[in-house]
C-alpha cells in the first residue's frame, strides 16, 4: 500500500510539472501554427513573467490575483510589441534567420533580468504557499494542485476563445491558409501579433504558477527545451499534442528521478526527445496535412 501511495504521488508530481511544461509547449505550438516560426524564447518569456509578478506582488504588494493578471496583462502587451516592432521585420527570411533572432532574444532577456532583478533566486508568497491535502495518505500541496487547476482553466479558456469568438476563428484561419484569410479580409499580421500576444500571456501563467515549486531565477527560461521536447512528442502543431506531451515528459522525469541514479532526471526531456524523433518523428497526435496541385 505504501509503494502504491508513493507511485500516486510521483504520478501527481509529474503531472503537475508537466502541465508547466505543456502550457510552454502550447506557446511553442501556437506561434508555429500561425507564423510557421518556432519560437526559441519562450522559456524565457516564462521566466520573465514569473520576475514580473516577483515584483509586482512582493515588492509593490499587490495582492496576488491582482498581480497574477496585471502580469498576464503586461506579458500579452510585451508579447504584441515583440512581434509588431521585431520579428515583424525577419517575415520573408530564411527559417534559419529567424531561429537565430529567437535564440538571440532568449540570451538578451535572460541578460536583461539578471541587470534588473539580480542573479539570485526569488520567489513570492501565494494563498497555497505551505498547505497540503492529505488523501488517505497521497499527500497533495496546493501548490501543485493550483498548477492542475489552473492549467484545465487556461485551457478551457483557450478553448472558448478559438472555437466561439470571431477574433479566435480568425487567428485559426490565418494559420491554416494566410493567403486565403488575407483575400477574406482578415488582418493576417496583427493576427500574428495577437498570436504573439498570447502565447506571451500563457509562457507568463506558466511562470506564475511555477514559482512557488521552482523559485525564480534567469536560468529559468531553460525549462522551456524541456518544453520543446514536450511539444515535439505531442505532435509539433498540435495544441492538445503539447499538453500531453507536457505531461508524459513531467511523469518521465520524476519516475527517472525516483527510480534511477542522480542526474538521469535532468536528461530525461532529451532522451524522450531522441526517442521520439528516432520512433515517431510525427508526434503522438500529429497532423497530417496534403495539398492537392
Same mark, same amino acid.
Given at each position: 500500500?505504501?509503494?502504491t ?119 513570492f ?18 501548490n ?44 493576417v ?24 515549486? !521552482? ?46 541514479? !542522480? ?18 518523428p ?9 495539398k492537392?496541385?
Open positions: 500500500m505504501l509503494e501511495a508513493r507511485v500516486i504521488q510521483i504520478i501527481l508530481n509529474g503531472t503537475a510539472v508537466g502541465c508547466i511544461y505543456g502550457l510552454v509547449a502550447l506557446g511553442f505550438v501556437l506561434i508555429y501554427k500561425t507564423t510557421e516560426t518556432v519560437n526559441f524564447a519562450q522559456g524565457d518569456l516564462m521566466m520573465l513573467g514569473g520576475f514580473l509578478a516577483f515584483t509586482l506582488i512582493a515588492k509593490v504588494g499587490l495582492d496576488y490575483w491582482l498581480g497574477f493578471l496585471l502580469t498576464i496583462v503586461f506579458m500579452a502587451a510585451f508579447g504584441y510589441l515583440l512581434d509588431a516592432l521585431v520579428l515583424r521585420r525577419v517575415i520573408g527570411q530564411p527559417q534559419f534567420a529567424v531561429f537565430m533572432l529567437t535564440l538571440g532574444l532568449g540570451f538578451i532577456f535572460r541578460a536583461a533580468a539578471g541587470i534588473v532583478w539580480g542573479y539570485d533566486a526569488v520567489s508568497p501565494t494563498p497555497f504557499t505551505g498547505r497540503v491535502l492529505d488523501f488517505g495518505g497521497i499527500v497533495v500541496s496546493a501543485n494542485l493550483s498548477i492542475l487547476v489552473g492549467t484545465v482553466g487556461l485551457c478551457a479558456v483557450l478553448y472558448l476563445f478559438f472555437s466561439r469568438t470571431r477574433l479566435g476563428v480568425a487567428m485559426q484561419a490565418s494559420s491554416q491558409n494566410q493567403l486565403a484569410a488575407y483575400y477574406m479580409g482578415i488582418p499580421r496583427t493576427v500574428f501579433s495577437l498570436t504573439w500576444a498570447i502565447s506571451a500571456a500563457v509562457a507568463a501563467a506558466a511562470g506564475v504558477l511555477l514559482a512557488p515549486v !521552482a523559485l525564480v531565477d534567469v536560468n529559468m527560461g531553460f525549462l522551456g527545451f524541456k518544453a520543446f521536447a514536450a511539444a515535439v512528442l505531442g505532435g509539433f502543431g498540435s495544441i492538445p499534442g503539447a499538453l500531453i506531451g507536457g505531461v508524459v515528459v513531467g511523469i518521465v522525469e520524476q519516475v527517472a528521478g525516483y527510480s534511477l541514479p !542522480a542526474g538521469f532526471r535532468d536528461v530525461t526531456a532529451n532522451a524522450v526527445l531522441l526517442g521520439v524523433l528516432v520512433l515517431r510525427q508526434g503522438i497526435l500529429s497532423q497530417t496535412m496534403r492537392k496541385v
